[in-house]
């Protein structure tokens, strides 16, 4: 069963995020450091710096621009109480952007509090750009599924099954024919807005597991136009063991899906045995799903061809039924007149 993965994000994950220019100037200690928050967003402080605090949530990233700071500069109750109110939300940590100076209370009530005080040389604008996008991938709900997930002609394809039923192996055989590789064994996925992302789950990113060979590096063996790093995930192709009792699509009228995370993902399900060929069959899966996406359905549209012949068929029958039986009338007619 796959299981949701909660990570919050800590303080010092955020001090370590070079695009977000930040350093520490006060409260960056261990206790401070380990300090979290688990909502994607930021804190603007607003008229908390004049003591209401009904706007204020806990645990977010609070963030002072150019104004907050030349108005705690002018103002010494905004250094008092309004800072006061700003603490008393336990925020995960206070940012300054532009590179302005934090004020001595300030600087005062996070090392008390423990608090982190960081200081970012971006704009107040760009920071929240960066640190939001950020955060939302980063909190983004996740799980983690055994697979290969692989870009097969654009569309993220992702490879499930038992063990050792030849999932690696078929990923191999597409890497072979200039398919792109992502990551084997264990998937993380993320959930953004209507899509899933999947990615590689730890270190094993460009890593896949070949019975027989070991562990072989895909962008060491095909070069970096073979892997990438991330994929949205489009189809869910799961293989199994054949079973001669099981009844398996063999129209393909109706489309199934797979639940990831609350979206539902188009999937396909390939019995495996002898003499069939998996990697055409899911490069093929993945050509299917390419029309689809573009209105093209080959087995409806079969469906209604089949349908309009046999329209056209039963009205022909009909038509000739018709005027078989008038000419049988005609004819009964004729011998009651020479009669």
């Given amino acids: 069963m796959a299981q949701l993965v909660v990570e919050p994000i800590t303080v010092r994950e955020l001090l370590e995020r070079g695009e977000l220019s930040v350093t520490a100037v006060a409260g960056a200690t261990a206790l401070g450091l380990a300090r979290t928050t688990a909502v994607p967003r930021i804190q603007k402080p607003?008229?908390?710096?004049?003591?209401?605090?009904?706007?204020?949530?806990?645990?977010?990233?609070?963030?002072?621009g150019g104004t907050e700071?030349?108005?705690?500069?002018?103002?010494?109750?905004?250094?008092?109480?309004?800072l006061a109110t700003l603490f008393a939300s336990d925020p995960a940590c206070v940012v300054v952007c532009r590179g302005e100076t934090p004020p001595v209370e300030l600087v005062a009530m996070a090392t008390e509090r423990t608090v982190p005080l960081l200081v970012s040389t971006l704009t107040t604008a760009d920071f929240i750009a960066s640190v939001t996008a950020w955060m939302a991938d980063r909190l983004a709900p996740s799980i983690e599924l055994h697979g290969v997930l692989l870009d097969v002609l654009g569309v993220g394809t992702m490879v499930m099954g038992q063990s050792g039923i030849g999932k690696s192996e078929t990923a191999l055989d597409l890497v072979l024919r200039g398919h792109r590789f992502v990551a084997d064994d264990m998937i993380r996925i993320r959930r953004h807005g209507p899509n899933v992302v999947g990615g590689a789950a730890g270190i094993i990113g460009h890593h896949m597991e070949i019975r027989g060979l070991g562990i072989i590096n895909v962008k060491d063996l095909f070069g970096i136009s073979a892997v990438r790093q991330t994929k949205k995930i489009e189809l869910i192709v799961e293989l199994a063991e054949w079973?001669?009792?099981?009844?398996?699509?063999?129209?393909?009228?109706?489309?199934?899906?797979?639940?990831?995370?609350?979206?539902?993902?188009?999937?396909?399900?390939?019995?495996?045995?002898p003499g069939r060929n998996l990697a055409t069959l899911v490069e093929v899966a993945a050509r299917n799903q390419l029309v689809k996406v573009q209105g093209i359905h080959s087995a409806r549209a079969f469906r209604d061809r089949l349908h309009d012949a046999m329209v056209v068929e039963s009205e022909r029958t009909l038509a000739s039924s018709g005027a078989e039986g008038r000419r049988g009338a005609e004819s009964e007619r004729t011998l009651e007149a020479k009669k």
């Fill in 46 to 64: 607003g008229l908390a710096l004049t003591g209401w605090p009904e706007q204020l949530h806990d645990g977010r990233v609070l963030v002072l």
């Fill in 69 to 82: 700071i030349s108005y705690l500069a002018d103002n010494a109750n905004a250094r008092t109480t309004g």
């Fill in 243 to 273: 079973n001669v009792t099981e009844e398996y699509d063999r129209l393909g009228f109706d489309d199934r899906t797979q639940d990831l995370l609350g979206v539902d993902v188009p999937a396909v399900r390939l019995p495996v045995r």
